[in-house]
């Protein structure tokens, strides 16, 4: 490499990351516009948690077809790191494969162990192409799915086949240019990486010097830029779980499942009602709260968890696949619910970056402007997406609070309900009937 191509490369690695970290640097900053809640508890457990589900990959297991094939394309993603490590080493000093010299004999096996994963990938990445285009499997052409969401897993695919493209042009080439001792390298002989030195002799053989040199360079820097491009690609698109499952499976609720939190002022309120001690007519004391707003009709009202959670969404849409509501044709889907969560944080983010760091009201909100109270108050509350989700989402815990907000805020409850309700009130039981009126049963014994 000249001295030009170095700086060149530097440029690049310099704006690729810095794009990077200042749209990382947003998602932060949009997490954190959700409530405060607690979640250091428990360490140990959440270490564990995140071992198993988020690097083990636990919860694929469930279909094990697809999670053979998402396996072979994380585990290439995973170890073919250490690859983009020697190119950025280097690219930086003008080197070639420097790695190699240290490492010897396991650098072979090394790039060779990478090379298979990379066959791999491919392979799996032409499965799931052809799962979502040829096969059209249900849960991945979802009505919510069409337009951008499709696009986008197909790009991301797209750009998962030119980058292995790339790796085997860089390797085929080199090896091809090393046996002829014309390669960057010095020395003469042959890497024989398992999977290149077979494609380098069949589709590179009979080449000039000229043009493998050129080829080695086009797949050499094919690969840098289409790591780059991949790396910012990613705030844009939903292949942030890349990086967010690992933090939001260690932030996940490691409460059992059917557990809900009650609300603080609302309990307050009821131990004051059940004390016989209390005054009900005593004003608050000074300096006291009033209570906060009941349940969530915007993101700013949900918790900073969810916000992760929404961002972390794979869309893979297991969580809709399971949901009984959505199997029986309501209109209910949680992916939506998480895909809307999300679409509406990045529409408050852009206000906020628009009006210099400040949310301007702009009539809009989560509940009604993207989620219908219909689709609410189809769930069951019966977790089947919970347990399903690859990366512990939780769309329930989003749908009940936006639930408590239509009935503790606007008493917006279905008529069943609201009837459902005035029964527990005024008599004791969701029934329509007195305490009284309930024992009669027993004078017909």
């Known amino acids: 490499m000249t001295y030009l191509d170095n700086i060149l490369f530097v440029i ?3 704006f690729g990351i810095g794009y990077f970290t200042k749209n990382i640097k947003k998602i932060i900053r949009n997490i954190r516009l959700g409530q405060n809640v607690d979640r250091s508890d428990n360490a140990a457990a959440r270490w564990r948690n995140m071992s198993l589900v988020a690097l083990g990959q636990k919860k694929m297991f469930t279909r094990p077809i697809p999670a053979l094939l ?5 585990a290439a993603f995973v170890i073919t790191q250490i690859e983009l490590l020697e190119i950025i080493v280097d690219g930086i000093f003008g080197t070639h494969r420097f790695f190699k010299t240290g490492l010897g004999g396991f650098y072979t096996f090394l790039i060779s162990f990478i090379e298979i994963l990379s066959l791999l990938a491919l392979i799996a990445t032409v499965a799931f192409l052809a799962r979502r285009n040829l ?3 249900p849960r991945l052409n979802k009505e919510e799915l069409l337009g951008w969401p499709k696009k986008d897993a197909n790009l991301i695919l797209i750009m998962e086949i030119i980058l292995v493209l790339c790796i085997f042009t860089m390797n085929g080439t080199d090896e091809v240019l090393y046996s002829l001792g014309k390669s960057h390298f010095e020395g003469t002989g042959s890497f024989h990486f398992a999977v290149s030195q077979f494609l380098g002799t069949a589709f590179f053989g009979g080449m000039s010097e000229g043009a493998l040199h050129v080829l080695e360079r086009i797949g050499w820097w094919g690969h840098f830029l289409m790591v780059m491009a991949f790396l910012n690609y990613l705030y844009f698109s939903k292949h942030l779980h890349i990086l967010l499952a690992f933090p939001n499976t260690y932030f996940a609720n490691l409460k059992p499942l059917g557990e809900f939190d009650n609300l603080e002022a609302v309990t307050k309120e009821v131990k004051l009602m059940m004390d016989p001690n209390a005054d009900p007519f005593a004003a608050p004391a000074e300096g006291a709260e009033a209570p906060a707003k009941f349940g969530a009709s915007d993101i700013q009202d949900l918790n900073w968890v969810q916000l992760l959670n929404a961002y972390t969404c794979t869309e893979c849409g297991r969580c809709t696949s399971v949901c009984p509501a959505n199997t029986t044709g309501k209109k209910l889907s949680p ?23 400040v ?12 989620i219908t109270p219909e689709e609410l108050w189809a769930c069951t509350s019966c977790n089947a997406c919970v347990e399903e989700c690859p990366v512990s989402i939780s769309p329930l815990s989003i749908i009940m609070d936006m639930r408590r907000y239509l009935v503790m805020e606007q008493s917006a409850a279905p008529a069943a309900l609201n009837s459902m309700m005035t029964n527990v009130e005024n008599n004791g039981a969701p029934w329509p009937y ?4 309930r024992l009669n049963w027993k004078n017909e014994m």
């Open 335 to 357: 992916r939506k619910i998480m895909m809307d969560t999300r679409d509406r944080m990045e529409e408050v983010g852009r206000n906020i970056d628009t009006n210099k760091g």
């Open 434 to 437: 007195n305490q009284q009126d």
């Open 359 to 370: 949310f301007v009201p702009d009539n809009k909100a989560l509940l009604n402007d993207y």
């Open 70 to 74: 998402h396996f072979m394309l994380y």
């Open 135 to 137: 096969l059209k499997l």
């Open 12 to 14: 690049f690695l310099v």
